[in-house]
């Protein structure tokens, strides 16, 4: 059933936390949890903090208080716990609707895990980013690659951190390319993917002009990245607003994937 809040309160950009999400997850608790009384002992174990639940009581308490990345995490273990009961799936049903009406910047998979909600394009682009770095050449890419996800959902999500593992993933992979390539620059751009983008698509004059169109814009990527890449003995940039980060990332993902295609079907 809507309400009126839902239905004529412009909502205008997903939150990083809510108070009423967080009482309404407490009030959650405390109706599904309160006779399970190991849960406030699993989470203590897990998470190593304090929950301050005695018998029960006290849900709504700790919510309220403890840290974004806890009452993300507890959403997960709260599932995990209930599993003994057959109630995990009314747990991850009534949760999902908590975090989807009040506009949390949070999505919460089958399991319970909970990722960034950015847009569905972003996650279909890393999950088939991560599946093409899925073997040992490219391990180190991967690893940086891994870290975009954890700089994004910290408490605040660190989009400066997320865009420089971003770049990391892409220039593990094309200083592995090209091992003569001290760093990537647009200059190295130039120097060394160029003539394999030309040679590559050399037979079709129309791909070929759009691949060098895409060639221009890699090269506008890296630059824009060096603005947040910390250099020794200079000042250390300031947080990109964060819709700018998700999109430097997003472009950088869809260029990580360009350069398995060409690691693997034209270099060398």
């Known amino acids: 059933m809507s309400r009126y809040s839902q239905l004529y ?3 205008t950009a997903p939150l990083p936390d809510s108070p009423r999400a967080r009482h309404r997850l407490g009030k959650l608790m405390e109706g599904m949890v309160s006779n399970h009384r190991g849960l406030s002992y699993f989470i203590e174990r897990e998470l190593g903090i304090t929950v301050g639940v005695v018998n029960g009581l006290g849900w709504p308490i700790f919510t309220a208080k403890c840290a974004t990345r806890d009452l993300l995490d507890t959403v997960t273990l709260t599932f995990g716990f209930l599993r003994a009961t057959s109630f995990e799936e009314r747990w991850l049903s009534e949760a999902r609707r908590v975090f989807s009406e ?5 999505e919460i998979d089958s399991v319970a895990i909970v990722h960034p909600a950015v847009d569905k394009e972003f996650q279909r682009n890393r999950q088939a980013t991560v599946a093409g770095l899925q073997t040992p050449r490219y391990a180190n890419s991967l690893a940086a690659f891994e870290r975009i996800s954890n700089e994004l959902s910290s408490d605040p999500p660190n ?3 997320a865009w420089r593992a971003a770049f990391l993933a892409v220039e ?3 200083r592995l390319m090209f091992s003569s390539a001290n ?11 160029a003539p394999v983008v030309q040679r590559l698509y050399s037979a079709d004059p129309v791909a070929l002009r759009a691949a060098s169109k895409q060639l221009a814009s890699f090269k506008d990527w890296v630059d824009a990245s060096h603005n947040y890449r910390h250099e020794p003995g200079s000042e250390d940039p300031v947080q990109p607003p964060i819709d700018l980060a998700v999109l430097a990332i997003s472009n950088g993902t869809s260029f990580l994937r ?3 295609v060409l690691d693997q079907t034209a270099v060398n």
Request: aromatic share 14%; proline share 0%; charged share 20%.
């Open 102 to 106: 009040e506009h949390l910047a949070f």
């Open 159 to 161: 989009g400066k951190d």
């Open 9 to 11: 309160i412009d909502q």
């Open 172 to 174: 593990g992979l094309f």
């Open 258 to 260: 360009w350069l398995i």
């Open 183 to 193: 760093q990537l620059n647009a200059g190295a751009v130039e120097t060394y993917l």
